[in-house]
C-alpha cells in the first residue's frame, strides 16, 4: 500500500481500538474486495478477455489438430522412408508435429494472461 | 498365454525391487520434513514450478501411457498415435481453463473447490463421491498393468505384481503425505524417462547397426496389422473418424478433471507458476511420448509377432532384439521403469482419495488421512485381482471419457460463468455419469452389439456426446430457475479470478494455509 497522498487528521489518544476506524478514501484495490461497482466491472472485463483468450488459444490448437488429421488421412498412403512401407507421412505428422504446436499455445497463452493481469494491475494500483 | 520368462527372474525382481526400494526410501527422507497437516495434503503450497512439473509428469505418465502407447501402435498402427497426443494436449486445456484460478481458489480438494464456489454440501458429496469413483476405475488398469508386466517377464503369477504395487504405494503414502510424495513422483518421472529413452536408443542404434532391415520383417509387418490397409481406411469411415474425435474429446476434457493432477496444482505457491508448471509439464510429456511410439514403430518393423501380447512390447522388445546380457539388461530397466509409472500414479491417485475421504470422514486429520490411505487401497486391489485383463491405453481413455462428461464441465462453468447454480451442478453431474457409466457398460455388456458398428462406436466411445450433454444439463437446469446471483458466488469469483499483488505477503500465505 503507497502511503494516502492526503492524510485524515488522527487523533492521538488513549484506547484507540474503540473508536470507529477514520474514514479514507477508497482505493480501487479496496474497492475490489468491497465488491463496489467499479471493482466489479473492472473485474468482469478482465475475467471475460482471459476467457476470450482461452477460447482463441484452444480453438486454434483444435483446428491445427483437425488440420494435421485431414493431412494425416491423405498422406497415409505416401511411404516416408524408401523400403518401409509400413511408416507413411501420417507417422510423422501425427507422431511428431502435435507436440511443439501444443507448446507453442501453452507459451503463449501464459505470457499473453500475464500481460491481461498485468494490466489488470495497472488499472487498479492506487495512482498518486 | 503363458509365455516363457524373457528375463533370468532374478534380475526382473532385482529392478523391481531396486525402485520399490527408493521408493519407500526417497518417502521415508521425506517425512523427516513433512510435519504439518498442511505438508501431509498440499506439502504446503511451497513446492517449486520445475519440481511440481516434474512431479505431475511422474504422476500423470501410468501405465497407460508407459506400456499402452505402444502396445496400441502395434495394434492399430497410425491411428494409436492420438492418444498420446491427447494425453498431452489435456493439459493445454487445463493450462487454459482452469489451471490458475483453481490454484487461487485456496481449496485443499475438487469437492472443497465445489463445494466453496456454490455454496451447497450436496454437491461436495456427489463430487466426492465421483472423485473417489474415478480415482478407483484408475487404479485398476495399473495393477492390471502391474500384473501383466512382472507375469511375462518373470512368470510369476499376476498377483504378486498388484500386491506389491499396492503394499509400497500405501506405505510411502501413509507415512509420507504430499511433500514427500513430491520427491518421490518427481524422481520417477526421470526414471520414467531415462528407463524408455535408453532402451529405444540403444535399439534404434543396433537395428541400424546390423544394416537395413530385411525385407521380411516388412511383409511381416503387412500381416502384423492384419489388413494393413485398414488403417487409412477406418481413418475415413464415419465410426473411424467419430472415434477419432471422441477419444479426443475425453482425453483433452478429462485431463483437466483428473484429482489426482489437480491436487498437485493446489501445491504451487501462486497462479503465475501454475501457469509455468503447466507449460514445463506439456514441454516433459512432449519429449516423453516420442519413446513410447518409438518402441511401437521398432515393435511393428521388427518383432510384429508381439502384438498378440501388446501391452508386454515395450518390456519384451530389448530382450527380444538383442541377445545376451545387454538385452536382458535393457528390459531389466524398462522393467524398472514400468514399476516406477504403476507405483507413481497409483500413489498420486491414492493420495488423493486419501484427502478427499478423509475431509469428508474424518475431519481432516493426519491420522484420518493414514486410515483413509489404507482402506482406499483395498477395493481396487480386489477389483484388479478380479477383473480380466483389459487393453490398457483403451480402458484408461474410458476413465478419462468419465471425468470429461462429470468433473470438467463442473470445473469450467464453476470458474467461468456466474450463473451456475448447485442444482444445475448436480444434475450435470449426474447426467454425465449415468450416460457416460452406463454407454459403456452397456457396449461391454450386450451380446450382438459388436456387429452394429455405429452403435458400438456411439457406446464404446460415449464422450463426443456425453461431455456436451453434461454441459448442456448444468447450463439449462441452472437457467431454469433464474435467482439473482448470491453475492458469495462474486466474492468467490474475485478470488480465483484476481491477480496476486507482486510479493505475496508472507504473513497471508501463512494465514490462509493453516486455515
Given at each position: 500500500m503507497t502511503p494516502d497522498p492526503h492524510p485524515q487528521r488522527v487523533r492521538v489518544t488513549a484506547p484507540r481500538s474503540n473508536a470507529a476506524p477514520a474514514p479514507v478514501a477508497p482505493s480501487l484495490a479496496r474497492e475490489l474486495t468491497e465488491q463496489s461497482e467499479i471493482g466489479e466491472v473492472l473485474l468482469r472485463s478482465l475475467i471475460r478477455s482471459q476467457l476470450r483468450l482461452a477460447l482463441v488459444v484452444g480453438g486454434a490448437f483444435l483446428t491445427c489438430l483437425c488440420g494435421l488429421g485431414v493431412l494425416a488421412a491423405l498422406g497415409a498412403s505416401f511411404p516416408l522412408l524408401p523400403g518401409l512401407p509400413g511408416l507413411s507421412l501420417a507417422w510423422l505428422l501425427l507422431a511428431v508435429l502435435p507436440y511443439p504446436a501444443a507448446i507453442a499455445c501453452a507459451a503463449f497463452y501464459a505470457r499473453a494472461s500475464a500481460r491481461n493481469e498485468e494490466h489488470f494491475r495497472e488499472l487498479v494500483r492506487d495512482k498518486p | 498365454m503363458t509365455p516363457a520368462p524373457s528375463l533370468p527372474p532374478a534380475l526382473a525382481i532385482g529392478a523391481v525391487a531396486a525402485v520399490a526400494l527408493t521408493t519407500v526410501l526417497v518417502g521415508v527422507l521425506g517425512l523427516r520434513i513433512s510435519r504439518t497437516t498442511s505438508d501431509f495434503y498440499v506439502a504446503s503450497r511451497t513446492v517449486r514450478p520445475w519440481w511440481n512439473a516434474s512431479a505431475i509428469g511422474g504422476e500423470y505418465l501410468?501405465?497407460?501411457?508407459?506400456?499402452?502407447?505402444?502396445?496400441?501402435?502395434?495394434?492399430?498402427?497410425?491411428?494409436?498415435?492420438?492418444?498420446p497426443i491427447g494425453y498431452t494436449a489435456g493439459f493445454l486445456m487445463l493450462l487454459l481453463f482452469v489451471a490458475t484460478p483453481l490454484r487461487r481458489s485456496g481449496a485443499y480438494t475438487v469437492p472443497d473447490f465445489a463445494a466453496a464456489r456454490l455454496g451447497s454440501n450436496a454437491v461436495r458429496r456427489a463430487t466426492s463421491v465421483l472423485v473417489v469413483l474415478i480415482a478407483w476405475f484408475y487404479i485398476v488398469p495399473q495393477l492390471q498393468g502391474a500384473a501383466l508386466a512382472l507375469h511375462t517377464t518373470t512368470g510369476l503369477p499376476g498377483w504378486v505384481g498388484s500386491v506389491a504395487v499396492v503394499a509400497v504405494v500405501v506405505a510411502s503414502v501413509m507415512f509420507g503425505g504430499m511433500r514427500s510424495i513430491t520427491f518421490v513422483q518427481a524422481f520417477q518421472f526421470w526414471l520414467k524417462l531415462a528407463a524408455l529413452a535408453l532402451?529405444?536408443?540403444?535399439?534404434?542404434?543396433?537395428?541400424?547397426?546390423?544394416?537395413?532391415?530385411?525385407?521380411?520383417?516388412?511383409?511381416?509387418?503387412?500381416?502384423?496389422s492384419g489388413n494393413a490397409p485398414a488403417i487409412p481406411a477406418s481413418l475415413v469411415a464415419p465410426d473411424g473418424v467419430y472415434r477419432t474425435v471422441s477419444v479426443m474429446v475425453a482425453l483433452l476434457f478429462g485431463t483437466l478433471g483428473l484429482p489426482h493432477v489437480l491436487v498437485r496444482f493446489y501445491t504451487n505457491p501462486d497462479g503465475p507458476s501454475a501457469r509455468r508448471t503447466t507449460v514445463i509439464v506439456l514441454s516433459l510429456l512432449s519429449v516423453f511420448y516420442l519413446f513410447?511410439?518409438?518402441?511401437?514403430?521398432?515393435?511393428?518393423?521388427?518383432?510384429?509377432?508381439?502384438?498378440?501380447?501388446?501391452?508386454?512390447?515395450?518390456?519384451?522388445?530389448?530382450?527380444?532384439?538383442?541377445?545376451?546380457?545387454l538385452g536382458a539388461a535393457l528390459s531389466a530397466l524398462v522393467l524398472a521403469g514400468a514399476?516406477?509409472?504403476?507405483?507413481?500414479t497409483t500413489s498420486g491417485l491414492l493420495v488423493s482419495i486419501a484427502g478427499v475421504m478423509s475431509q469428508e470422514l474424518f475431519g481432516g486429520s493426519v491420522h484420518g488421512f493414514r486410515v483413509a490411505a489404507a482402506a482406499s487401497a483395498a477395493v481396487p486391489l480386489?477389483?484388479?485381482?478380479?477383473?480380466?485383463?483389459?487393453?490398457?491405453?483403451?480402458?484408461?481413455?474410458?476413465v478419462f471419457a468419465f471425468t470429461a462428461s462429470t468433473i470438467c464441465p463442473l470445473l469450467i462453468l464453476s470458474i467461468w460463468w456466474r450463473r451456475l447454480t448447485a442444482a444445475g451442478a448436480i444434475a450435470g453431474l449426474a447426467a454425465g455419469a449415468l450416460a457416460c457409466g452406463s454407454a459403456v457398460l452397456f457396449s461391454a455388456i450386450v451380446p450382438g452389439i459388436a456387429?452394429?458398428?455405429?452403435?458400438?462406436?456411439?457406446?464404446?466411445?460415449?464422450?463426443?456426446w456425453s461431455v456436451p450433454l453434461a454441459f448442456a444439463v448444468m447450463v439449462g437446469v441452472s437457467a431454469v430457475r433464474r435467482?439473482?446471483?448470491?453475492?458469495?458466488?462474486?466474492?468467490?469469483?474475485?478470488?480465483?479470478?484476481?491477480?496476486?499483488?507482486y510479493e505475496p505477503d508472507p504473513a497471508r500465505e501463512a494465514t490462509r494455509s493453516s486455515r
Open positions: - | 501410468s501405465a497407460a501411457s508407459f506400456l499402452g502407447v505402444a502396445g496400441l501402435i502395434m495394434v492399430n498402427g497410425a491411428q494409436a498415435l492420438w492418444y532402451p529405444a536408443l540403444f535399439l534404434v542404434l543396433w537395428l541400424a547397426g546390423r544394416g537395413a532391415p530385411s525385407g521380411e520383417p516388412i511383409d511381416a509387418l503387412g500381416a502384423a513410447p511410439t518409438a518402441f511401437g514403430i521398432l515393435g511393428r518393423t521388427a518383432a510384429p509377432d508381439l502384438a498378440g501380447q501388446a501391452d508386454a512390447t515395450v518390456v519384451l522388445l530389448p530382450a527380444r532384439l538383442i541377445d545376451g546380457p514399476m516406477a509409472a504403476f507405483l507413481s480386489g477389483a484388479a485381482l478380479l477383473a480380466g485383463p483389459q487393453a490398457l491405453a483403451g480402458s484408461v481413455g474410458l456387429n452394429m458398428a455405429v452403435l458400438q462406436a456411439l457406446l464404446g466411445q460415449p464422450a463426443a435467482r439473482p446471483v448470491p453475492t458469495a458466488v462474486d466474492r468467490f469469483l474475485v478470488r480465483i479470478h484476481r491477480p496476486e499483488a
